[in-house]
């Protein structure tokens, strides 16, 4: 589809921002309905233990508390906004992954002390964040200038993911991990260097090849035109063939293909990634978090 010298758009540092929006943290004297009142994880922004087993119970905390604000949320339709708690345990939870990323040893030290089911979840994310790292090149001289939005309501992206999965015989978890890489589900909307372009970054040529007449910036038309796409490169017969078409590289594919495996097997993992944020780190941009 096209050669980039760094996966998905140029995207923004959203910690702030999101740390305004949720409100009272869990320090604080307004807890979140149906979560514990008080929290063993790092507030928000704090270092990271670098003990194993310190860093092990807090994934395991931050995950069990996660599961259950997401669990109450999707009960409810997942409105928008997010609540503050599912928001940042979100946030606790791309922190560690981020961190075991960067450091190796530290990584088999913590998954090796998680229960099963979680060091598989955790082996399976920190890979990811692995290989779209080992795309990033060089840090530029200065730091990006990026436009950032809003994106759509997670219940209205997931329809419009399933809608165009049907339609072009493409899952929709696939979909919904490539717009994860892609643009954290829409959040950013600057083009990339290569002149990328929407959510799901598609280049001109491209986006009139498969776009269908579309608004490549719209996301409902841009995950339309991407299942297009994905589904004339080979899929649902070789998603890796189709995935490699839309950016070819290994680790590029291993990534999506790693994520959306995760949505296959917990439900919850779409809506959990859906509130990752994007940070940058000395002006270089990170996909999966703060390390």
Request: with cysteine; glycine share 6%; aromatic share 6%.
């Given at each position: 589809?096209?050669?980039?010298?760094?996966?998905?758009?140029?995207?923004?540092?959203?910690?702030?921002?999101?740390?305004?929006?949720?409100?009272?943290?869990?320090?604080?004297?307004?807890?979140?309905?149906?979560?514990?009142?008080?929290?063993?994880?790092?507030?928000?922004?704090?270092?990271?233990?670098?003990?194993?087993?310190?860093?092990?119970?807090?994934?395991?905390?931050?995950?069990?508390?996660?599961?259950?604000?997401?669990?109450?949320?999707v009960a409810a339709g997942a409105p928008p906004p997010t609540p503050s708690g599912v928001a940042l345990d979100a946030l606790?939870?791309?922190?560690?992954?981020?961190?075991?990323?960067?450091?190796?040893?530290?990584?088999?030290?913590?998954?090796?002390?998680?229960?099963?089911?979680?060091?598989?979840?955790?082996?399976?994310?920190?890979a990811a964040d692995r290989a779209l790292g080992a795309l990033s090149g060089p840090p530029p001289a200065t730091a990006p200038r990026l436009k950032t939005r809003e994106p759509l309501p997670a219940s209205e992206l997931l329809r419009e993911f399933r809608r165009a999965g049907r339609r072009f015989h493409v899952d929709w978890q696939v979909l919904a991990a490539i717009d994860l890489v892609e643009s954290r589900f829409g959040r950013v909307v600057s083009a990339s260097s290569a002149g990328a372009q929407g959510p799901m970054q598609f280049l001109p040529a491209t986006w009139r090849a498969y776009g269908m007449g579309g608004d490549v910036r719209d996301p409902?038309?841009?995950?339309?035109?991407?299942?297009?796409?994905?589904?004339?490169?080979?899929?649902?017969?070789?998603?890796?063939?189709?995935?490699?078409?839309?950016?070819?590289?290994?680790?590029?594919?291993?990534?999506?293909?790693?994520?959306?495996?995760?949505?296959r097997l917990d439900p919850l993992a779409y809506y959990a990634y859906y509130n990752w944020q994007v940070f940058v780190n000395g002006g270089k941009t990170q996909l999966t978090g703060p390390r």
């Open positions: 589809m096209r050669r980039r010298a760094a996966v998905g758009a140029v995207l923004l540092a959203a910690l702030l921002p999101l740390l305004a929006a949720c409100g009272p943290s869990r320090g604080g004297s307004t807890p979140t309905p149906g979560l514990p009142a008080t929290a063993e994880v790092p507030s928000p922004g704090a270092p990271l233990p670098t003990d194993p087993r310190a860093l092990a119970r807090t994934l395991v905390r931050v995950d069990r508390r996660l599961a259950s604000g997401l669990r109450q949320w606790d939870q791309q922190r560690v992954y981020g961190t075991l990323a960067s450091h190796p040893s530290l990584a088999r030290a913590v998954i090796a002390q998680l229960p099963p089911e979680l060091a598989a979840t955790a082996t399976a994310n920190v409902r038309d841009a995950i339309m035109g991407a299942a297009n796409y994905l589904h004339a490169s080979g899929a649902p017969a070789s998603y890796r063939r189709a995935v490699f078409a839309y950016n070819p590289s290994d680790h590029y594919v291993d990534a999506v293909l790693a994520y959306a495996r995760q949505m």
